[in-house]
């Protein structure tokens, strides 16, 4: 299991969904809302964490159980995502533009060098974090944590 520092906050009690688990969510295609999370107990929490999610096997399996667990709190299936199946993240090569620039915007340039040494998950988080969507605000812990500044 990997949880990050600037994710400290809420890990023991795992009232957040952390990043392995919303990078799951995206490799098998769920939409989870928080909401959501917040009704599962906390074995099931738990039990997202710790459940692989790398083959397409255990893609499927992952899917699965989750959304049997929405159904069984909610009544309905949580929504789906489509699958890229060229996530950003795992390329190491390219570092996505709305990253870039949420970078550029703490003062920070990365280098393909730089990115091409973060782990998929960290990469991950970097994409995620910089979306204006997302609340921006470990956007620059997590890259003092990764080693992008010092």
Known sequence: ??????????????????????????????????????????????????????????????????????VEKTGHKAGELEIDPHPAWTNDQEIPPTTENKAAECGVTIGVEQWKNLTPLQRFALIKLSRPSHENKNFYPALKEFGLIN
């Open 1 to 70: 299991m990997t949880f990050f520092q600037f994710e400290a906050d809420f890990v023991d009690t795992l009232r957040c969904i952390p990043m392995q688990v919303r990078l799951k969510l995206d490799t098998c295609g769920v939409k989870l809302k928080l909401s959501h999370w917040h009704q599962l107990d906390d074995y099931e929490r738990k039990t997202l964490v710790e459940m692989p999610c790398n083959t397409t096997q255990e893609s499927q399996g992952y899917s699965e159980y989750l959304q049997g667990l929405i």
